[in-house]
């Protein structure tokens, strides 16, 4: 079993920037993939960026040249650096673990099968 805790979401204006923190209970760095994933009201969950175990980011096409999914092999930490944020971001955030999310096609397939799952953290967005 694998706990996941997110941190760091809130509330800014368009344009800022926000980094998103998910620790995990043991170490995972080697077993799985990561993934953020976000749902926004009335909206099916969607996979926001991936991140293999070799440290290679997929990201929706939407948060492009914005966000940065990134691992800390030392503590085993996962990442997502928000910048340019723009209303249609606001969201719950979840970071996800298992080892079918490698790729952002992967983990949009797979997203009714993930192992383990952080509690969300929100984020909003103002214009």
């Known amino acids: 079993q694998v706990q996941l805790k997110e941190s760091g979401g809130g509330s800014v204006q368009a344009g800022g920037n926000l980094r998103l923190s998910c620790i995990p209970s043991?170490?995972?760095?080697?077993?799985?993939?990561m993934a953020w994933f976000r749902q926004a009201p009335m909206k099916e969950r969607e996979a926001v960026a991936t991140i293999d175990n070799d440290g290679n980011p997929n990201y929706t096409d939407s948060v492009k040249g914005r966000f940065t999914i990134s691992r800390d092999r030392a503590n085993d930490n996962l990442y997502l650096q928000m910048n340019n944020l723009k209303p249609e971001d606001t969201a719950v955030y979840y970071c996800a673990a298992d080892l079918l999310i490698c790729t952002l096609v992967d983990a949009t397939r797979n997203e009714p099968f993930v192992d383990f799952w952080g509690q969300g953290t929100q984020v909003t967005v103002s214009s």
């Open positions: 043991r170490s995972v760095y080697s077993d799985y993939c």
